[in-house]
C-alpha cells in the first residue's frame, strides 16, 4: 500500500463514514477515472498541486479522463499556483516555478490561460475562481454537457 494511502486508511479507521470510500491508485498514464461500486456519478473532482507537477500531456488526459467522468454541472475543483497573463503572480512563484523546471522540465507552474482553453474543449467552464494564501488559487470549473 502506497504511503500516503496507510496514513488515509488509518484516518478512515479513525473516522469511519459509510460515504467514505477506501483510498485507490490511480495512474494518470494508465488508467481511467475509478467507477465506484454502487455509487451514482461524481458531483465532483478535486485536485490540488498536481498541474504543475505532471507533464502536459498528462494535464491534457486528466481534463480529458474528467470530462468524460463528469455529469452535468459536476464540478472540478483545481488548487494550486497559475501564470496570469503570461506573467508569473510572485517572486516566489518564478523560483518555485523554476526549481520545478531543474527538478524535472516537464514540470512548471501552468498558465491559467491555458487550463481555461483546455477546459472548453472538455465542456469544463470556469465558474468561479479564488484567490488562495501564498499566491495560490483555486479554480472551479463546472461541465456545461451531459455524458
Ligand atoms: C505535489 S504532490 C500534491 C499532493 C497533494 N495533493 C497535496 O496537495 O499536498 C503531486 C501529486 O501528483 C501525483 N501524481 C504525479 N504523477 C501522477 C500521475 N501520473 N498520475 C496521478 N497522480 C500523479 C503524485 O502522486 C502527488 O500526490
Redesign the pocket.
Known sequence: MLF?HQAIQSWHESYPAPNLHAPSV????TDSIPKLQDAPPYDAIF????LH??AWP?VERLFELVGEALPLDGKLIV?GPFNENGHYTSASNRQFDSSLRQRDSNSGIRHKEDIIALAKQHNLELSYKYQMPANNQILVFQKITAN
Open positions: 500516503n490511480f495512474n494518470l498514464m485536485t490540488a498541486n498536481t507537477i505532471i498528462l488548487y
